[in-house]
C-alpha cells in the first residue's frame, strides 16, 4: 500500500503544484491530506471534464497538475481529453481508479461495463497507460516513466486498482450531525405520496431505500448529476405525474446547468430537493467547496419556489407548503455528515438494476393509466 503521505510528497518533489479531480474513495488519503494545505492546492472540480480542463489551464500558465477521478467519471472527461489536451498536445497526468475491475461482480453493477472496457477504451484513444503497483517503489517506477509523455506532449493515465493508496490521513472522521441525510430522509418520507422519485446515486440511494422503500422509487446507481434530468423527463412525459428528485450537492454541482433548464422548461409537477451537507459524503466526505446560495439561484434560473431549510421540522413545513403549489420547487436542506458507521445497505444487495427498474416503470405505466393517458 502506498501511504498518502508518500503520495503526495513524491508528486511534490516533481513539481506536480495543482491537483483537482472529483474525488473517488480510492484517493481519499491524499485528497484529505492536500486538503490541509502545504504539499500543493487541490481544487475539487464540478466534474471530471472540468477539472482536466482545469488542470490543463494550470498547464499553459505553468504550473506542473494532476487530475484523480474515479472511471466512472472517465465519459465527463473524454471530451476536453479528445478536443483539448490531445489536440493541443498539454501533457496531463491523470490519476484515475479502476472500478468494476479485474472482477465486475465485486464490485456495484454500474461499474461493469466501464471496468471491463477501461483498458481498451484508453487503448483506442493511442493514450500511454500505466497501471499502479501497491507499492512506493511501483509510484516512483511509473512516476520517472510518466516523464516521457509528459516530455511529448502525452496526456498520460495512471490507473488506480483499489487498496493501492491508502486511505488513512490520520485526522479524526467528524461526529454525526443532529441533521443528517437519515433525519432528512425521513422527514420527507410522509411527503412522497404517489409521487415518482428519483434519488441521486451514493449513500442517498441508498439511505432512501434502506428509510423508505416503495417500487416508485428509482435509486441511481452511477450517472452522477443526472438525477434532475431524468426527472424532468418523466415530469414532461406525463404532466399528472408528482416527481420528487432527491439530489446531493455535489452531484446538482456536477451537471448545474440542468438547474436552469428546468426552470425554463418548468415543469410543473417537479420538486427538486437537495440535501446539501458540503461533502461528497459517499467517497469519504472531501468537500464539494463551491457554495451556492441555492434560493437566489433557484429563483434566478425559473424555479417557481425555492427554499432553504436547515431542520426536519423546517424540511417538513416547506414540503407541506409547496405539496398543492404548482412548481417546478427547489427545496435545499443543509444537513451535516453522518460520521463514520453510518454506512447504507446498498440497494443492490437485494435487487438487480434491471429488476428494480421494471417495478418502477411499472408502477409509472400504471399511474400513467390513472391519469388517463
Ligand atoms: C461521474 C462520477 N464521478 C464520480 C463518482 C463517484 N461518486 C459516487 S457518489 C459521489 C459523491 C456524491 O456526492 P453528493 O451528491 O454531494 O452526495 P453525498 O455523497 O454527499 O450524499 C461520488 C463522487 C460517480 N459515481 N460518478
Redesign the pocket.
Known amino acids: 500500500m502506498i501511504e498518502p503521505t508518500f503520495f503526495c510528497d513524491e508528486l511534490a518533489r516533481r513539481s506536480v503544484e495543482f491537483y483537482t479531480g ?4 480510492f484517493f481519499q488519503g491524499p485528497i484529505s491530506l492536500l486538503g490541509q494545505g502545504g504539499r500543493g492546492r487541490y481544487v475539487a472540480a464540478a ?2 471534464g472540468a477539472a482536466l480542463a482545469m488542470a490543463t489551464g494550470a498547464e499553459l500558465a505553468g504550473t506542473r497538475s494532476a487530475v484523480m ?2 472511471n ?2 472517465f ?2 472527461l473524454l471530451n476536453p481529453l479528445t478536443s483539448l489536451v490531445m489536440t493541443f498536445r498539454v501533457p496531463a497526468l491523470v490519476f484515475m481508479s479502476l472500478r468494476g475491475w479485474p472482477d465486475p461482480a465485486a464490485d456495484e453493477p ?1 461499474h461493469a461495463v466501464m471496468g471491463a472496457s477501461q483498458h481498451a477504451l484508453l487503448d483506442a484513444l493511442g493514450i500511454d497507460r500505466w497501471t499502479l503497483p501497491p507499492t512506493e517503489d511501483g509510484l516512483v517506477d511509473v512516476l520517472d516513466q510518466v516523464e516521457h509523455s509528459r516530455a511529448e506532449g502525452r496526456p498520460a493515465f495512471v490507473l488506480v486498482p483499489k487498496n493501492t493508496v491508502g486511505v488513512d490521513d490520520g485526522t479524526a472522521p467528524p461526529a454525526a450531525a443532529p441533521f443528517g ?1 437519515r433525519q432528512a430522509l425521513s422527514a420527507l418520507a410522509p411527503h412522497l405520496g404517489d409521487a415518482a422519485v428519483y434519488a ?5 440511494s441508498r ?1 432512501l431505500y434502506s428509510v423508505a422503500h416503495r417500487p416508485d422509487n428509482f435509486y441511481m446507481q ?4 443526472h438525477a434532475l434530468s431524468l426527472g424532468v423527463g418523466s415530469a414532461l412525459a406525463d404532466p399528472m405525474l408528482r416527481t420528487v428528485v432527491i ?8 451537471h448545474l446547468g440542468s438547474c436552469a433548464v428546468t426552470g425554463a422548461a418548468a415543469p410543473p409537477n417537479l420538486t427538486h430537493v437537495v ?3 458540503g ?5 469519504g ?2 468537500q ?1 467547496l463551491a457554495t451556492v446560495d441555492w434560493d437566489a439561484f433557484g429563483r434566478s434560473v425559473g424555479y417557481r419556489t425555492a427554499r432553504t431549510v436547515s431542520t426536519a421540522d423546517g424540511l417538513d413545513a416547506a414540503m407541506r407548503d409547496i405539496a398543492d403549489a404548482a412548481g417546478p420547487h427547489l427545496v435545499v436542506a443543509r444537513i451535516g455528515l453522518d460520521g463514520p458507521g453510518q454506512t447504507p445497505p446498498r440497494v443492490t444487495s437485494g435487487h438487480s438494476p434491471f429488476e428494480l427498474r421494471c417495478t418502477f416503470s411499472e408502477s409509472l405505466t400504471l399511474k400513467r393509466s390513472s391519469h388517463g393517458r
Request: charged share 15%; glycine share 16%.
Open positions: 472529483v474525488p473517488c474513495s466534474n471530471e477521478l474515479q466512472s467519471g465519459g465527463n454500474q441525510r441521486t446515486t451514493g449513500f442517498i439511505e452511477g450517472s452522477m448529476g439530489d446531493g450537492d455535489g452531484a446538482a454541482l456536477m440535501l446539501d451537507n461533502a461528497y459524503e459517499s467517497t466526505a472531501q464539494t
